[in-house]
């Protein structure tokens, strides 16, 4: 290896790999920090998303050399993808571990990106949203195979909470639920579109319970990164399609992401895809804004309750004061 992949790997191993999702247990942090090198030098592309993000991650913690370390994990990253794609192409039920870890750190890249600057009008993060859903069909044969052979990778997929192929989680309560009914008779809300904005609801509910009750950081970043591989895809297809629902639900799990910020992939991400997605809202939407905005909000304190919502003979003047 040459200088610089030895001390980004030293990076990773050393700083990098204790930042990752549960190293908070001593068993995923082994994982991260001695297992997923011996898997990274067993593949290449994963090999290649490790210097990434290893490269990522020191920018952030040495800005005096982030607009040089910048060009360094772009250009890592682009080359696992080169070689990632190919086998993620012909998958089946053999999937190797690394193939599987390769997937989810590529996810995670992706969304550290939503954190560098831009000049450009606000774009949704679909790019993030459809590789961190390719997890799924990544790890849809492979899972219980990886665990009933006690993959390297048991100790990150047995941590809790888990998150992986739940049924529909019924939440005790409705705080979201408007979001269902409001102005539905503007969209073809079929049973199965119904079904979708419902189940993705109740996963949002439930991240709102955690942060509510104040579950541990750790805990509360695994659900929020989780979410694109388990809500239904045919709400992220609403996503595409820039539906005002399905934008503003997505805001809401990056408001409540904001409590969990305090981690160098996430930093600074939801306030600018909260504001951002406000950006682009019809006027009729901008009322269920206000408490995701004020959720991000550096210079308020955090609502402690949920969205206010409407009651029917409310205006939009009504809602936001």
Not at 193 to 218: C, F, G, M
Request: net charge neutral; hydrophobic share 40%.
């Amino acid at each position: 290896m040459r200088v610089l992949e030895l001390r980004l790997m030293h990076h990773w191993v050393t700083a990098t790999a204790e930042t990752m999702s549960s190293a908070q247990l001593a068993g995923v942090r082994d994982m991260w920090g001695v297992s997923v090198p011996q898997m990274a030098f067993e593949y290449e592309p994963l090999l290649h998303t490790l210097l990434a993000l290893g490269a990522a991650h020191r920018a952030t913690l040495l800005p005096n050399e982030a607009s040089s370390l910048r060009p360094i994990h772009h250009s890592y990253i682009d080359s696992a993808l080169q070689r990632h794609r190919p086998v993620t192409a012909t998958l089946d039920g053999s999937t190797s571990e690394s193939v599987c870890l390769n997937a989810v750190l590529i996810s995670l890249y992706t969304l550290f990106l939503r954190s560098e600057s831009s000049t450009e009008p606000y774009e949704p993060p679909l790019l993030w949203l459809s590789i961190a859903r390719g997890i799924r069909t990544v790890f849809k044969d492979s899972y219980h195979i990886l665990v009933q052979s006690k993959s390297r990778l048991c100790p990150l997929l047995l941590a809790q909470p888990t998150v992986w192929f739940q049924g529909p989680y019924k939440s005790p309560e409705k705080t979201f639920h408007f979001l269902l009914e409001y102005r539905r008779d503007e969209e073809v809300m079929d049973e199965k579109t119904e079904r979708a904005y419902s189940e993705t609801i109740h996963y949002l509910e439930r991240l709102y319970i955690s942060v509510q009750n104040e579950k541990p950081d750790w805990v509360i970043r695994k659900q929020f990164t989780g979410f694109p591989p388990v809500v239904p895809g045919e709400f992220l297809d609403f996503f595409y399609e820039k539906r005002p629902r399905a934008l503003v639900i997505l805001a809401y799990l990056f408001a409540l992401a904001k409590k969990v910020e305090n981690i160098w992939w996430l930093r600074g991400i939801p306030e600018r895809e909260v504001r951002g997605i406000n950006s682009i809202l019809p006027p009729d939407w901008k009322w269920t804004m206000v408490w995701a905005l004020n959720l991000v909000s550096e210079e308020k304190e955090a609502p402690k309750n949920g969205p206010i919502v409407p009651q029917p003979n409310w205006s939009m003047i009504d809602a936001l004061y």
